[in-house]
């Protein structure tokens, strides 16, 4: 201890500063390497409980002695008990969800329960059975239903039942289809609801619908449903990035009706076939006065009857000339005319150097290859489709940014906390070091007395006669020469520093001091010896 005192009253203000602040320092890390090595690593238990399971969670961790800490809405636990935790906490039904399911209705009995009582009890039941299952998907974090019921009137008519849901989600959008779906499920648990009459509302508020919308194919989305068809089917054989298609559509803009009636006189059919016939016999005299009559052998004189006979056939056929009728609506969207340019890189082979050659396609594997891609996009030459291949040499093209490489830390596997508690223990014993042991250890220790008077051990070397100090300080140059070297210091430093403090005597007897320090000691031991001889 009077060693210590010795040495702290030996310090100089700023080094007293400095070992309290580095003794203060090495406490306080020592406390947190301390409180670091006993805490466990925390890791989340449950997270966006409601308030009330998230009570109950930490009341059971209480009750087992468990160490835990609540962070906003997380419960952390120690890591290497979390999964025990979850089955002992499930084993016990908690969390406990915030809505009931058909456990309500284990709580009704025969006695003081009304049928009204156990409508609200059922629909309550029903809503709660809904949200959990509405809530079992990943994207929501929570959900209400509400279902209007319509009561047990035999005389309500047209009425419709109805449904709402209120869900809050992760930050997810709820697209179309999985609103669709919601109401499909709620609609399919409620009888005579359909997914129409359920009204589906997110988090802010907003309505979600659950018709999708129609999309619209335009000429860019048809050609890039192409292009990649086509890409697809040449990587399979040039291999990846070794191909580009193009695609340009000129598509029609503009509704289009035409409607065509034509008729076939060739094409002529007898639907009906009308036949008449008539003949018509007559016989008598003739009263007719002629010249011949009037004559004595004229044709009176052959007689006076006469006869006839007339016979009339008529057909009549029905034909109809056949038509066709034709309408033609061409809507915005059709193909008009589509060009294809298509770009494969050649092949490079190294030739006896090592030096690499680019050679393009072979012609049989361009045709090979047109063929495929106009079979994949449909190409028509009689609509003026036109397909344009082509083996050209690719550029090669340097990498943006910088490549992912595996790090350091994650090749070596380190914990990272392991290191942190390494790199702190590490600067602590840097400024215990530094700042504590070198101060006191640098500084040289005081020797008492009785060292001052014990003999020398060793015998010094001889050396040139010196001169005796007579306490009198000499102004004149040191012959600098006949010193011998008690130290490491060249002859040369010690002149000029000698020569540097020649206008400060004080300076100039400590800086011989120092170097002659045995010389010293010799003259102080032969100082005190005399004292003790004239005492």
């Known amino acids: 201890m009077q060693q210590i005192t010795k040495l702290w009253k030996a310090l100089t203000l700023r080094n007293r500063i ?3 602040g580095a003794a203060v320092v090495m406490f306080w890390a020592v406390l947190a390497l301390a409180r670091m090595a006993s805490t466990p690593s925390m890791t989340l238990l449950y ?17 087992q002695g468990v160490q835990y800490q609540v962070r906003n809405d997380a419960i952390l636990v120690d890591a290497t008990r979390r999964d025990e935790l979850r089955m002992i906490l499930a084993g016990e039904g908690l969390p406990r969800s915030g809505t009931s399911g058909y456990e309500l209705l284990d709580g009704l009995s025969g006695f003081g329960t009304t049928s009204q009582m156990f409508d609200a009890a059922y629909w309550r ?10 809530v079992s998907h990943p994207a929501i974090l929570a959900a209400r239903v509400h279902i209007a019921s319509t009561g047990a009137n035999p005389f309500q008519r047209n009425i419709r039942r109805s449904a709402s849901v209120s869900i809050t989600t992760n930050g997810a959008e709820i697209s179309a289809k999985h609103a669709r779906a919601l109401q499909f499920l709620v609609a399919s648990a409620v009888a005579d609801l359909t997914p129409d009459d359920v009204s589906i509302i997110d988090a802010e508020g907003a309505l979600v619908s659950g018709t999708e919308e129609t999309k619209v194919n335009t000429s860019d989305e048809r050609a890039e449903g192409l292009r990649l068809r086509a890409q697809r089917l040449l990587e399979a054989r040039v291999g990846p990035g070794n191909a580009v298609v193009e695609i340009a559509l ?5 509704t289009e009706s035409t409607r065509e009636r034509r008729f076939d006189p060739e094409g002529r059919v007898a639907i009906s076939t009308d036949t008449e016939e008539r003949a018509n016999t007559s016989s008598g005299g003739d009263t007719s006065v002629t010249v011949a009559s009037n004559l004595p052998d004229g044709d009176a004189a052959a007689g006076g ?52 050659i680019f050679a393009p396609r072979p012609a049989e594997e361009l045709t090979a290859l047109s063929d495929l891609v106009a079979s994949a996009v449909g190409l028509d030459e009689a609509r003026g489709d036109a397909l344009t291949i082509r083996s050209l040499q690719f550029q090669p093209t340097e990498p943006v940014g910088t490549l992912v490489e595996t790090g350091l830390l994650e090749r070596l596997a380190i914990d990272t906390m392991t290191l942190v ?9 840097l400024v215990l070091g530094l700042f504590v042991l070198r101060p006191i250890l640098s500084r040289p220790a005081l020797q008492p007395a009785s060292q001052l008077n014990a003999p020398a051990r060793r015998v010094p070397e001889p050396e040139p006669a010196l001169t005796p100090l007579s306490g009198v300080i000499d102004d004149g ?17 010690l002149r000029q520093r000698l020569d540097d403090s020649t206008d400060d005597p004080v300076a100039r007897l400590r800086a011989l001091i120092g170097q002659r320090q045995e010389e010293t000691v010799e003259i102080l031991r032969n100082w005190l010896e005399g004292e003790e001889e004239r005492v």
């Open 305 to 356: 009857t006469s006869a006839s006979e007339n016979t009339e056939t008529r057909e009549r056929v029905n034909y109809e000339v056949s038509s066709t009728e034709r309408e033609i609506i061409q809507q915005p969207g059709a193909i008009k005319r589509m060009t294809v340019a298509v770009l494969i890189n050649g092949i490079i082979t190294p030739d006896a150097s090592g030096t690499p």
């Open 125 to 134: 039941a029903k809503e709660g059975e809904l949200a959990r299952t509405i």
């Open 421 to 429: 508690q390494s790199l702190v223990l590490a600067i602590v014993a």
């Open 47 to 63: 997270a966006g409980l409601e308030s009330g399971a998230a009570g109950e969670v930490v009341a059971a961790l209480e009750q």
């Open 477 to 493: 140059d040191i012959d600098v020469a006949g010193l011998s070297d008690v130290s490491e210091t060249p002859q040369a430093g």
């Open 250 to 254: 000129e598509t029609v803009t503009q």
């Open 18 to 20: 400095i070992v309290i």
